[in-house]
């Protein structure tokens, strides 16, 4: 089983930073493809960002060149280092974990963190 813990949600401006970090338990969560997903309110569930063990990242249209996904193996911990927030990026973040890319589905999900981004 693993279980995954969001932290550095928060409130920000437009055009400022923010940095979600997600710790994993379990043994063989460090070699887990990890995402992070986001939620805004009467919106369906996207994906922002995922990462593979070896460091392959792909981005949603809407946050490449702003937003950044990195991990740590060691510590089991992926972050999200979101930066020129928009207010459109509000929205409840998820991380979440799973065994393959190959798998279609994620696994493991955190409670979630809330950002919200002010005009």
């Known amino acids: 089983q693993v279980q995954l813990v969001e932290s550095g949600g928060g409130l920000v401006q437009a055009g400022g930073s923010l940095r979600l970090s997600c710790a994993a338990s379990?043994?063989?969560?460090?070699?887990?493809?990890r995402g992070w997903f986001r939620q805004a309110p009467g919106k369906e569930r996207e994906l922002v960002a995922a990462i593979t063990r070896g460091g392959t990242t792909n981005y949603a249209d809407s946050v490449k060149g702003r937003f950044t996904i990195s991990r740590d193996n060691a510590k089991n911990t992926v972050y999200l280092q979101m930066n020129s927030l928009k207010p459109e990026d509000t929205a409840v973040y998820y991380c979440?974990?799973?065994?393959?890319?190959?798998?279609?589905?994620?696994?493991?999900w955190g409670q979630g963190t809330q950002v919200t981004v002010s005009s």
């Open positions: 379990g043994r063989t969560s460090s070699n887990y493809v």
């Open positions: 979440a974990a799973k065994r393959s890319i190959y798998d279609t589905t994620y696994d493991y």
